[in-house]
């Protein structure tokens, strides 16, 4: 049984920072594609930021120079650091890991951008 289990969200100010963490258990994260996902109210699930794991990241067009995905094959956890936050990015964030074809979700947390 795979569990990811997101830590990190909060209120924050626009132009303020929150690192969000995702810590998988189980034996595939390092085996495992890693993502982070968002979704607003009233739009679609969207893919914010991923990490392969040799290390490769791809971002989203609209956090790419303000977002920041990192890995921890030690820890099993996969981080997102965000900075400069904007009103915009308020959403739940999700972590998804792709292990072989197999996708796996985590509950979500909650970030708020908003003064």
């Known amino acids: 049984q795979v569990h990811l289990v997101e830590s990190g969200g909060g209120l924050v100010q626009p132009g303020g920072s929150l690192r969000l963490s995702c810590a998988a258990s189980?034996?595939?994260?390092?085996?495992?594609?890693m993502c982070w996902y968002r979704q607003a109210p009233g739009k679609q699930r969207e893919l914010v930021a991923r990490v392969t794991t040799g290390g490769t990241t791809n971002y989203a067009d609209s956090v790419k120079g303000r977002f920041t995905i990192s890995r921890d094959n030690v820890k099993n956890t996969v981080y997102l650091q965000m900075n400069s936050l904007k009103p915009e990015d308020t959403a739940v964030y999700y972590c998804?890991?792709?292990?072989?074809?197999?996708?796996?979700w985590g509950q979500g947390t909650q970030v708020t951008v908003s003064s």
């Open positions: 998804h890991a792709i292990y072989y074809g197999i996708n796996y």
């Open positions: 189980g034996s595939i994260f390092s085996n495992a594609l």
